[in-house]
Structure formats: structure tokens, C-alpha cells
């Protein structure tokens, strides 16, 4: 049997659900993980969404320490639980079914600071995506050598060009600074190469883009990082994020929360490019190959097998 299918629960009807909790479904393999929803009870009230977050019994430990920075123990009760987000959790939840893969979705930002809030808003956005049912990775530039022609045996650069050739899709968060991107993330694209060999690390995938102003609000880093996905062959989704004066969206360090977004329409925003980035994502996948078929590239192999022959 299909381990999609296995221990599902079907949605009860209001007439049976009883006290508190009216629960949607209920999952227990690793791709389905363990769902739950409550829909209003007869007195209107709603207790926990709908979450299809891979649960720590049954992710992979070593890739949840080394990429998963963004999950907190408070997860169940912060702002992103409590996120209206129906319509792209029932898709995301039916393409779960009927594909048994998570979204694999590569997470890029663009600062070394100890406090860095592309690194901060990123991962806001990563929980948004974590709770949306996608297996999600952070890169940590730290320790990528600046591009060069020597190191591309490095094991950061390796690293890199590993997890684009994994993903299905990426996010990508600069500071703006100096009217553009920083050098950090700017590094990062360049260590990815268009094609190695038969394997193109990013071409087919989608692409959100987002960036943090130190002052009044810009968009010239989104400008670029757009420009850049064009470049890279991605697909970059309509909607973008960009977030004025970004030490203001957060509450000063050592304060409760300090590394969480206060509500605005700005964190409202990175909701939206979110939602929008996992729709896309789901309908873009399955056609990365048709879209990776590129005439010119048929052509050259074609001439390459003929002089091989000859």
C-alpha cells in the first residue's frame, strides 16, 4: 500500500467532532508528517492549524542541526502557527499525496554579521516554508572563499553547488547596501556555475526574492536579484519582499523575540511572496526537463556526436 495512504484519517463532519478539537488529518510517514487542523467549532472558535512541518522524530538529524537553524521550540505558538494559509496548505497537501516529495527548497543570504537581518528575515521565511510542508536548507556563507579559478574543490563551494543541484527551488535575501547587493551574496551566485558538465544547478528552478534596507525603502537589491535569476535560467515569482529601516521590524537584541518580525504590512508582505513562491513551486516542478530542452543545446550535442563519429 502507498504509504501516503497509510493511517489517514479522513475530515470528520461537524456533527461528530466533539469539545475543543475538530482535527483534519493525521499523518506518520516522513511524508506525511504528523498533521493536524482544527476547523471552528460550533461556538466559532479555532484552535491549532494545520501544519505540515517535518516533525523532528522523523527528520534527519544531521541535516536538521547543520541547515535548520531557523527552528525554534516555540514553533507551535509563535506567528507563523497561527497563519491563515488554507488554500496553499490543501495544495501543498495534495501534491504531498500525490508525489510523496517534498519541495526542496535552497535558502541564500547575504551577510556575515552577527546580527544579520537578511539572515533574520530569511529565517522568517523559512518558517513560513518549514510549515508549508518543504524540506528546507540554509546555506551559511561563512567561510566561502571569494571566486576564484583555484578553489573549486573547496568544500564550502562544493557544499554550495551541491544543495542549487538538489533544490527545486530558492530563496534568496540581500541586504541592500551601497544601492545594491553585498558582496557576500553576490559570492554566492558566482561560485554556481550555469552547467557542469550535463548538470545545471539552477536552471528550471523557481526563485522569491527579498531584501532588508538599513533606511527608507528601496528596491535595488530586488532589481538585481531578479536580473540575476534571469541570468541563472530560474523562474523568479512575480511578487517580491522588501523591508525599510529592518532593524525597526525587530525588537532590540535581548529583548523577548528579538530575532522574530513584529507584525506589519511588510512581514505581511514576506507572507505573501511565500505563498506565492510554494504555488509556483508545486506547479513548476514537475516540468523542470521540459524546460531544461533547449533547442541550441540539442543542436551542439547533435554536432558533438557527429565529430566523434567522423
Known sequence: MNTILRSFTVRHSPAICSGRHCWRHAYTTMANPAVAETEPTANGEHVRPLSLAIPETEDDMDIRRKYRPFIRDDAEDDWVSALELTRVLDMAENNLRLTNKRLKI??????????????????????????????????????????????????????????????????????????????????????????????????????????????SQSFNAVNSLRILGRWMRMFTIPNQSSIPMAYTHFPDEGQPGDQRLKYSSNRDRLVDCMEEFVKYTILMRPQIDLFGDRYSEREEKRIKEAKSKA
Open 106 to 215: 535552497l535558502v541564500l543570504y547575504g551577510s556575515l554579521r552577527r546580527r544579520s537581518y537578511s539572515k533574520l528575515v530569511a529565517f522568517e521565511a523559512c518558517r513560513i516554508l518549514f510549515r508549508l510542508g518543504c524540506d528546507v536548507r540554509v546555506f551559511d556563507p561563512e567561510g566561502l572563499p571569494v571566486k576564484n579559478d583555484v578553489d573549486h574543490g573547496h568544500a564550502k563551494v562544493q557544499e554550495l553547488r551541491a544543495l542549487s543541484t538538489w533544490s527545486d527551488g530558492q530563496l534568496w535575501v540581500s541586504p541592500e547596501q551601497h544601492g545594491n547587493l553585498t558582496a557576500v551574496f553576490k559570492n554566492q551566485i558566482d561560485w554556481i556555475p550555469l552547467s557542469t558538465g550535463s548538470v545545471r544547478p539552477t536552471q528550471g528552478r523557481t526563485l522569491a526574492i527579498a531584501q532588508v534596507c538599513g533606511g
